[in-house]
């Protein structure tokens, strides 16, 4: 009927092809009803040709294989609501056991979820998986940093074992990196224990430990002598094994708080304000009582509810500074609580030490100074919460240092902003919020004055490393510090770049550095930014890698090992609270291999709003050793077997030999 298509024909595109057959019985219809004529079609060139066509249209994942694989795919991506909840469990610092009952009550509401795997032991798995996956990330970011700084810290845990917590610090292409390694036990406390549980902390799956350790060139951790000691100390452990360009850094928010205790230890008026917080912290806080009495008072007052908080812990100088602005902003509560308690008598202390807290609450030199205290502390805590910061570098203290000391030495000509202001209240009323005052001497004034100078001197010999040696080079890091114009400084930087290089050299040339070319790049990126951008001030090393990283590659990897010294170990002190979060009393048999595996998902992994398991289930898929039958009754296996074991079959069949 059709006949077949000849050559030029089926060179014709596929529209052309097909419109000849356009009104042929198949399409218009037909009343033949003859079996010759079905045959006679099947043998035809057009029934071949709509074949191939429909053939090559057909989507890729229809063939029996794709289906075979999405099939399986969707078998293992039905346990998706099984691995948000084993994050949820350890996002929320919950127990392992709650993975039970939050699966139970899916099922409850309806929730898809897979049948199997429901159990203590797969949310384990489940969290291996998701673990393993953000260290992966780690290492990966690892690998593309040139250099990196070991930060560690040690304490005890509720279980009275000493825990060493180790985080890696370095700069990839302008960019600070902050990540936590892990939460090792270490089997004593000297320096040659600290050394062993931060080396276990630095193997990686797919880093070698070997390149790894090429990549150090700081150990960043407190002032106790296990770390500093030029003998036995960890840091000599490790110019001894890594290589003596090993720099250790104190950590600098530590010193700031040493420097202000050891400003105010002979101040006679801060001791007192300082008891005064301390015994009013403990007067509320250890009687329900009389914090209920205090709190019905807030409420007659309309005022708002700010018991007293304790002046000592991790941060002193925030927490005192948190003291003091409490204790003046409910001063009116306090006095008026304190004076109904002092009349009231009591079998207990308690109204002894009413009427001495009203007594010092109402002496004017102490208030005048917790005035004083107020703005000193503000100017400090700023400086101490900066350092505290993660991503905080050394280059950024020398900016902060000599903010910090300018606003200081303010106080020693004159007030600050909350002493005058209770001047200027007090001389004409004599009272403070309408509570009368009495009192009253120059001390305030005169120990302000002593006090002042002594703290810039402290700070000043604590920080003294940052003027002098390698530290001092950080400086070029921040932009803060560069001359606004290159005609006066032409010279700017280069006995800093010189010092860095003599003292890395052998670490830059590991690194693939080129020393020859690394002063003469100095050169030509100043000029290039000092050309180019108008506010120097303002940029960013990210913004400079990118504009250019091909012209001074070898500088800008300086600046990166420059971005790799931190500021401190104070990062430390945030893991030990999510460690206090996860191992309390009620779980205080977790062992550290388990502490790192939930700190690093508490610390790391996304939200559990935003939390997308995908990747977890991939690495999860391919690496579990899957028991394809797990509902159905077991099978003896043939002797016969080349299958491998797993380890936990030849653990159990190595346990029932024993026996």
């Given at each position: 009927m059709d006949g077949d298509m000849n050559g030029d024909d089926r060179?014709?595109?596929?529209?052309?092809?097909?419109?000849?057959?356009?009104?042929?019985?198949?399409?218009?219809?037909?009343?033949?009803?003859?079996?010759?004529?079905?045959?006679?079609?099947?043998?035809?060139?057009?029934?071949?040709?709509?074949?191939?066509?429909?053939?090559?249209?057909?989507?890729?994942?229809?063939?029996?294989?794709?289906?075979?694989?999405?099939?399986?795919?969707?078998?293992?991506?039905?346990?998706?609501?099984?691995?948000?909840?084993?994050?949820?469990?350890?996002?929320?610092?919950?127990?392992?056991?709650?993975f039970v009952w939050v699966n139970e009550l899916d099922i409850s509401k309806g929730v898809s979820t897979s049948e199997t795997y429901r159990n203590v032991h797969s949310c384990k798995e489940f969290m291996v998986a998701i673990c393993e996956v953000e260290r992966k990330k780690i290492e990966q970011k690892l690998a593309d940093a040139k250099f990196c700084t070991i930060t560690s810290d040690g304490s005890m845990d509720v279980?009275?074992?000493?825990?060493?917590?180790?985080?890696?610090?370095?700069?990839?292409?302008?960019?600070?990196?902050?990540?936590?390694?892990?939460?090792?036990?270490?089997?004593?406390?000297?320096?040659?224990?600290?050394?062993?549980?931060?080396?276990?902390?630095?193997?990686?799956?797919?880093?070698?430990?070997?390149?790894?350790?090429?990549?150090?060139?700081?150990?960043?951790?407190?002032?106790?002598?296990?770390?500093?000691?030029?003998?036995?100390?960890?840091?000599?452990?490790?110019?001894?094994?890594?290589?003596?360009?090993?720099?250790?850094?104190?950590?600098?928010?530590?010193?700031?708080?040493?420097?202000?205790?050891?400003?105010?230890?002979?101040?006679?008026?801060?001791?007192?304000?300082?008891?005064?917080?301390?015994?009013?912290?403990?007067?509320?806080?250890?009687?329900?009582?009389?914090?209920?009495?205090?709190?019905?008072?807030f409420e007659a007052s309309k005022m708002d509810q700010l018991l007293p908080t304790r002046v000592g812990g991790t941060r002193w100088v925030s927490h005192t500074q948190l003291a003091v602005q409490n204790m003046l902003?409910?001063?009116?509560?306090?006095?008026?609580?304190?004076?109904?308690?002092?009349?009231?008598?009591?079998?207990?202390?308690?109204?002894?030490?009413?009427?001495?807290?009203?007594?010092q609450l109402k002496d004017r030199d102490n208030m005048e100074y917790a005035h004083f205290l107020v703005d000193l502390l503000a100017v400090v805590c700023k400086l101490s919460l900066t350092l505290q910061k993660r991503e905080t570098c050394v280059y950024q203290v020398h900016k902060e240092m000599k903010t910090t000391i300018t606003n200081i030495k303010k106080f020693e000509t004159r007030a600050g902003s909350e002493q005058r202001n209770f001047k200027d209240v007090n001389v004409s009323t004599k009272t403070l919020k309408g509570m009368t005052l009495v009192g009253g001497s120059s001390k305030p004034d005169d120990q302000r004055k002593s006090v002042v100078p002594k703290l810039v001197d402290v700070i000043g010999k604590r920080y003294e490393e940052l003027d002098s040696g390698l530290l001092s080079a950080t400086k070029i890091a921040e932009f803060s510090c560069w001359p606004l114009t290159q005609e006066n400084e032409t010279d700017f930087g280069e006995d800093h770049v010189t010092l860095v290089i003599d003292h890395y050299r052998q670490v830059l040339e590991n690194q693939g550095v080129s020393i020859s070319e690394i002063e003469a790049e100095w050169g030509i990126l100043k000029e290039n930014i000092y050309s180019n951008h108008k506010d120097v001030h303002s940029?960013?090393?990210?913004?400079?890698?990118?504009?250019?990283?091909?012209?001074c590659p070898n500088i800008l990897a300086v600046v990166d090992l420059l971005l790799s010294l931190p500021a401190g170990s104070s990062?430390?002190?945030?893991?030990?609270?999510?460690?206090?979060?996860?191992?309390?009393?009620?779980?205080?048999?977790?062992?550290?291999?388990?502490?790192?595996?939930?700190?690093?998902?508490?610390?790391?992994?996304?939200?559990?709003?935003?939390?997308?398991?995908?990747?977890?289930?991939?690495?999860?898929?391919?690496?579990?050793?899957?028991?394809?039958?797990?509902?159905?009754?077991?099978?003896?296996?043939?002797?016969?077997?080349t299958r491998s074991k797993t380890v936990a079959a030849a653990v159990i069949e190595e346990e029932a030999n024993a026996n």
């Open positions: 060179r014709r595109t596929v529209p052309d092809r097909f419109r000849r057959y356009s009104k042929g019985p198949f399409v218009l219809g037909c009343a033949n009803l003859k079996r010759e004529a079905l045959s006679t079609h099947q043998g035809s060139q057009g029934h071949k040709d709509a074949k191939t066509y429909l053939a090559s249209q057909k989507e890729r994942n229809a063939s029996p294989a794709s289906k075979s694989l999405q099939l399986l795919n969707r078998a293992a991506f039905e346990k998706l609501n099984l691995f948000k909840n084993a994050h949820a469990v350890a996002k929320k610092c919950r127990p392992i056991s709650d279980s009275v074992i000493e825990n060493e917590i180790v985080y890696c610090h370095f700069a990839v292409k302008g960019v600070v990196y902050c990540f936590f390694l892990g939460l090792i036990e270490c089997e004593s406390g000297d320096a040659k224990g600290v050394y062993a549980a931060i080396c276990k902390a630095m193997k990686f799956d797919t880093l070698p430990v070997e390149d790894f350790t090429k990549k150090l060139v700081a150990f960043a951790g407190d002032g106790a002598s296990v770390n500093t000691g030029a003998l036995n100390g960890v840091i000599a452990l490790m110019q001894q094994d890594i290589g003596r360009h090993m720099v250790m850094i104190r950590c600098m928010s530590h010193r700031t708080e040493l420097s202000f205790k050891e400003a105010m230890k002979n101040s006679t008026l801060f001791t007192k304000v300082n008891k005064l917080l301390d015994e009013l912290f403990k007067f509320y806080h250890k009687s329900p009582k009389q914090r209920n009495g205090l709190k019905q008072v902003r409910s001063y009116k509560a306090l006095v008026t609580h304190l004076e109904q308690v002092a009349i009231t008598p009591s079998a207990s202390s308690a109204q002894s030490k009413a009427k001495f807290l009203v007594n940029l960013t090393w990210k913004l400079v890698n990118s504009l250019y990283v091909a012209k990062e430390c002190e945030r893991g030990f609270s999510v460690m206090k979060n996860i191992k309390t009393d009620n779980r205080n048999r977790l062992r550290s291999t388990t502490m790192t595996l939930l700190m690093t998902i508490q610390m790391h992994s996304a939200d559990i709003s935003s939390f997308d398991p995908t990747e977890a289930i991939h690495h999860w898929y391919e690496n579990k050793h899957r028991r394809p039958y797990f509902m159905n009754p077991r099978v003896k296996k043939s002797s016969t077997t």
